[in-house]
C-alpha cells in the first residue's frame, strides 16, 4: 500500500525484543523530519506488561533508538529503527542482550 506522504514527513517503525526474548514488537509514528540517523529520534515509552518487560506497577518500558534503516515494506522516505528497552529506574529490561554486549566489548 503506497500512500503519499507530505514532503518532510516520514513515519518511523519502532521496533524491539518483548519480555519472551523471542517476540519482536513494534509500534509506529509519524515524525516531520527525514531522519538521518537514530540519534536524531526520541525516545518513546509503552506499557511493558503488555509485552512481559515490566510489572503492573511503574510499567513503563522506555525505546531509545539505536540503528535505523530503511523501511523496505513502507518504501520511500519511511524508516525501521531499532531499539533498546529500559525500565522506568533507567536499567535495561532482561531482554535487552545488546545493552549487555556493549558491556563486554
Same mark, same amino acid.
Given at each position: 500500500? !503506497? @500512500?503519499?506522504?507530505? $514532503?518532510?514527513?516520514?513515519? =518511523?517503525?519502532?521496533?524491539w525484543?518483548?519480555?519472551?526474548?523471542?517476540? @519482536? !514488537?513494534?509500534?509506529?509514528?509519524? &515524525?516531520?523530519f527525514?531522519p538521518?540517523?537514530?540519534?536524531?529520534?526520541? &525516545?518513546?515509552n *509503552? $506499557?511493558?506488561?503488555?509485552?512481559?518487560?515490566?510489572?503492573?506497577?511503574?510499567? $513503563? &518500558?522506555?525505546?531509545?533508538? =539505536?540503528?535505523?534503516?530503511? $523501511?523496505? *515494506? !513502507?518504501l520511500?522516505?519511511?524508516?525501521?529503527v531499532?531499539?533498546?528497552?529500559?525500565?522506568h529506574?533507567?536499567?535495561?529490561t532482561?531482554?535487552n542482550? !545488546?545493552?549487555?554486549?556493549?558491556?563486554?566489548?
Amino acid at each position: 500500500m !503506497r @500512500l503519499p506522504i507530505p $514532503d518532510n514527513k516520514c513515519q =518511523v517503525m519502532y521496533v524491539w525484543i518483548d519480555g519472551s526474548g523471542e517476540g @519482536l !514488537r513494534s509500534k509506529t509514528r509519524t &515524525v516531520n523530519f527525514i531522519p538521518k540517523s537514530a540519534q536524531e529520534l526520541p &525516545v518513546w515509552n *509503552f $506499557d511493558g506488561s503488555s509485552t512481559g518487560q515490566a510489572e503492573g506497577s511503574n510499567s $513503563d &518500558v522506555y525505546l531509545h533508538p =539505536v540503528a535505523l534503516y530503511k $523501511d523496505p *515494506f !513502507r518504501l520511500g522516505d519511511n524508516k525501521l529503527v531499532l531499539c533498546e528497552t529500559y525500565r522506568h529506574n533507567k536499567k535495561p529490561t532482561e531482554t535487552n542482550h !545488546r545493552n549487555k554486549c556493549l558491556e563486554v566489548m
